[in-house]
């Protein structure tokens, strides 16, 4: 089941305030970007984040999934707390880089 527009709507109202935020659709599902950087894999309405260093002990408790098949676990975020989300988020951002604009061919 792929993730629903009012899903990822959700997801971003729910860290507003926090940077910039936008959201993309990649191969059916979306990938969340605070300050242009990618920070959130939405899949099947969940909310995943990458394993981290920086967020490893706030996020002791947090159940973990792959988002999809192939790709490493990640740590499922419970986008319903808000500040919570919030706090996560901003943590993971601080250490993602900018992605690098692709060279065309």
């Known amino acids: 089941m792929a993730t629903t527009v009012e899903y990822i709507e959700y997801v971003c109202e729910q860290i507003r305030g926090i940077g910039d935020i936008r959201y993309k659709k990649m191969f059916g599902e979306y990938m969340v970007y605070l300050n242009n ?17 920086c967020i490893e002990s706030i996020m002791a408790n947090a ?19 808000q500040e919570f989300s919030k706090k996560v988020i901003l943590e993971v951002e601080k250490v993602t880089p900018i992605p690098k604009p692709r060279k065309k061919k």
Not at 37 to 50: A, G, R, S, T, Y
Not at 65 to 80: F, N, S
């Open 37 to 53: 950087k990618p920070v959130l894999l939405v899949c099947d309405n969940n909310v995943f984040v990458k394993k981290l260093d």
């Open 63 to 81: 159940d973990v999934g792959v988002p999809y098949k192939g790709a490493k676990e990640h740590y499922i975020l419970d986008i319903d707390d």
